[in-house]
Each structure stands twice: as structure tokens, then as C-alpha cells.
């Protein structure tokens, strides 16, 4: 029986992962950039509606400390609990590719060189993608693991507006084919549910979209409200109201019947790490609840990543076999 992470029904990074490194590798959040373009209002951006002041970061105390300090200071905490051996240097907050070249060169530098770090993973916007950006990520991918996370957040524009995003649906498919047309690195993206209005047909398209883009995995946040945002207004006014968890949760499932089993998945909703500056839905501070919530939903209803996905291939008929297999069996050791 397959165990642990291996038998969830969907295709988690983890296995991604672990298909590329032999082993479980663990991500090192770190902040090196304090900006983006939305932030900076660059041709009349704002900033992004559910964006706090931290940009995303996962630890705000990295706001202090060097880059090495950070690889440091996460890999000492991370190798006590779990044991770690194999890390990626992940430069998560902000719009990482929005400074100089010669200063992400220094960054990428440095995360290599440490004998424990396997790589490294970038995220970024659509619209900052320079050709030197695209050289640099191609220059080290030949001598390290490079992976790309791209805030794409939807394929809608109504939703990207919302949002305020400052780009189209059009940008990031440009972007994501331009990615993968000058680089080979890991390239993923980033999809957030419930936005005003968004139906179920749309959810249905976007995986069907997504199976058709050069994309090997997607991350999968719902759409929340954070203090001091603007989306903290909207819902004040009562012109926003965040998705339950019981519509999320079918929204997921239904996403992931329609997504190509090939495609990773990093996680099934969106944690607010800060719970002081949790404003709503609550459910979201519950990490491991809402995960294990909608596996069991999807082990209940019988729903496996791909389901709705007809095989064309040997290859599709086989993952199409080990993604329903997973769904009868028992996650436990
Ligand atoms: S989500 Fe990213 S692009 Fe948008 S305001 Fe926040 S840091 Fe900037």
C-alpha cells in the first residue's frame, strides 16, 4: 500500500519532488526583495487587493536578516523537526525578478553554497520576465535544479481586475509559453478560487486550460481577507464576501477532476500563517483541517485528480489507474 503523501489522490509536489531528488526535499522561504511593481504603482498599478504589507512572506522576522542568515537560521529549524537533508532555496516574497540582474546572480550565488540546498525556486509576476531574467534562469538550470512559481491567480480578467492585478489572462500565457520556449527550468503557477462571481464552468476551463500549458505543477490558494488590504474594505462594505469552505471545497474537486494527473499540485488551499491579520474565513487558519477535509471529501465522492480527464495515451491510462487506486486506500502507515 502506498503511504504518506504518495497515497493522496491528487499528485502532490512532494512526489514531484521526490521524483526529481530520490528523496523528500523541503522548501526554504527567504525574502530578498521588499517591492514590486504594483506596490510601486508602475503605469498606474496598485497593489494587489489581498496582498498584506509583508508581500507574501512566510516569516516576517526575514525582513532583518541576511540572506545566509535566513538559508541558516530555517535549515537548522527544519532539519531538527523532520530530519531534512535536501533543501530548495525558495525566493517567495514580493516580485522576485524586480532588481538587478547582478543582484539576483549574488542571490542564487549564495543559496548554492550551501552543500544542502539542491536548487532553487523563483517567484514572480507575468510581467517581469526580461530576456536577461530568462538567460540567468537558463544559465543556472544547467548546473543546479531552477524551478519558476508565476502569479497567475486566474485566467479571467474580471477576476485578475478584482484583484488588481496589473495583468491580463493574455500576459501570463504569453509569459508562461515564453518561460518555457527559452528555459527548461520547473515551471509552475499559481491559481486563487473564489472570486465574485466565478462559476463552476470557469473552474472547469481554467484545469482544462492548464493541462494544455508547458506547466509541470500549480499551487492552489483561496481567496481570503487579510488586515490592512484592500480586499479588508471591500468585505467591511460587505461588496466582498469570502468563499465557505464547503464551496471551496467543491470547487477544488472539481478542479482537480478536470486537471491532467501529469500536473502537480502544491497544496489544496491557502494557510494564513499570521492569524492576527486573519480577518475572514476563519477556516483558513486551520491548515491541516482544511487538507484533510477535502481529501476525505475527495475519497468520499470518489474524486481523483483527472476523473473527467479521458486517457489518449498508454501513459494517461496509467496515471488514470494509479490516481483511482488512490482513492480506496487508506492514508496511513
Ligand atoms: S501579490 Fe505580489 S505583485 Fe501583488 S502587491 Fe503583493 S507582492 Fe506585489
Redesign the pocket.
Known sequence: MEKGWSGLPYHSIAEHYKRIFNEKVYKIPVTVVDN????MGLKGMK??S??DVW??AAREVSFQMSLDQQIIDFQKLIEKRYHAKKFLVYFQ???NTFTKISTLRQNFETALSYDFVKGFVVGT?PDCLSPAVLDLWQEYYQKSFVAVEL?VQSFYDEHLEFMR?GHTAEDSIKAIHKIANSTAVDLGIHLIIGSPGESDQQIIDTAKRCNDLPITNIKLHNLHVLKNTELEKYFNQGTFQPIEREDYKNKVLLFLSYLHPRIAVHRLAAFASRWEELIAPKWTSDRMGTHQFIVDQLRSEQVFQGCLVPPQTESDKYLFEKMKDRIVRIDRN
Not at 36 to 39: I, K, L, S, T, W
Open positions: 514590486c511593481p504594483n506596490r497593489t494587489c489581498f496582498c508581500g507574501s516574497a514580493y516580485t509576476r502569479g492585478r
